[in-house]
């Protein structure tokens, strides 16, 4: 019953997008909060070098007045999406603890974004990375889904379909599901969809990216993740077929869908399967989000919060 109330009014739902009669439909500007406290369990002392993610500035956010809790020992900018970070070199005494962090006034707009009519869809796949995986099992399921499709948007449509009508929602982690594992777990979070969605694009030849955030504007900023894919017009259309899933079983309010994310997300970084320089030493994440530990403290979450201003 849910369901077939929610596939009613999703039409309607957008309707009030377009018209921006929804919050997340117009531009929100929120003060955002990003905190780490690191502990140390030991009895001996012990340092750690904790990366924390810095929001980008991109076409649809804007990010000013960043404000430091604890200055960071140094900062650094992630080669292949250019997601910029800062470090602090943390030493803690046996039981001891310490905050670090910063706030900063970040601004969203909703993003639109639809591809180019009549692209043609090709054949030869890009390559993928370890998350983004395109097997043969990927390949298979790309040909079932180009079927009669007959430009990029129908393709693009049609695998999205696909995820959200096989894949189920659940059991979130603070890393990232791959492609394979959203094909063979029973449930995987909104990153499983993301890859599983952008490995089938890459197989046919249309650029991806992953998009990682926290939810703002409501009670929790929980973490988030999602798709962009190249538009064919210099542009990056946004997909989020975690979110209209749970839209559709009655699970969510939230803004996302097909080409559609409202400004009720704030963006730390871009990308998957990230390695860059930290202090001459080389790193690697499957994406930046929770802080990064390199060492012996326990550093693993962030609490943040995006309250509207």
Partial sequence: MVHELRTILFPLRTIAERWKLLPYAARQTYQFSYRVQARNPATTSRTA?????????????????????????????????????????????????????????????????????????????????????????????AAVCARGAHDQRAYVARCYAYVITHLRYGEPISGLYRASEALRLPQVDCGGFATLLG??????????????????????????????????????????????????????????????VGSDRVVVSLGADLEFSLAGQKVSAPLLQHPLVVGSLDAAHADVAAVRV
């Avoid at 997601?83 to 005494?93: G, H, K, T």
């Avoid at 017009?233 to 989020?240: T, V, Y």
């Avoid at 975690?242 to 969510?252: A, C, I, K």
């Fill in 49 to 141: 070098l904790i990366v924390c993610p810095l929001p980008p500035i991109l076409p649809y956010q804007q990010v000013r007045d960043v404000r430091y809790r604890t200055k960071p020992d140094g900062s650094g900018i992630e080669p292949r999406y250019h997601n910029r970070f800062d470090w602090w070199n943390v030493e803690l005494p046996p039981g001891g603890s310490a905050v670090i962090g910063y706030d900063a006034t970040v601004s969203v707009n909703p993003r639109a974004v639809t591809l180019a009519a009549g692209l043609p869809l090709k054949s030869a796949p890009l390559s993928g990375d370890r998350y983004f995986e395109v097997t043969e099992q990927v390949k298979e399921l």
């Fill in 199 to 260: 490995a089938l694009l890459l197989a046919r030849g249309i650029p991806v990216r992953l998009v990682v955030g926290f939810w703002a504007g409501y009670a929790e900023a929980g973490m988030h993740a999602w798709l962009e894919c190249d538009n064919g017009s210099g542009a990056w259309a946004a997909l989020d077929p975690s979110v209209e899933q749970l839209y559709r079983n009655g699970r969510t309010w939230k803004s996302g869908r097909k080409f559609f």
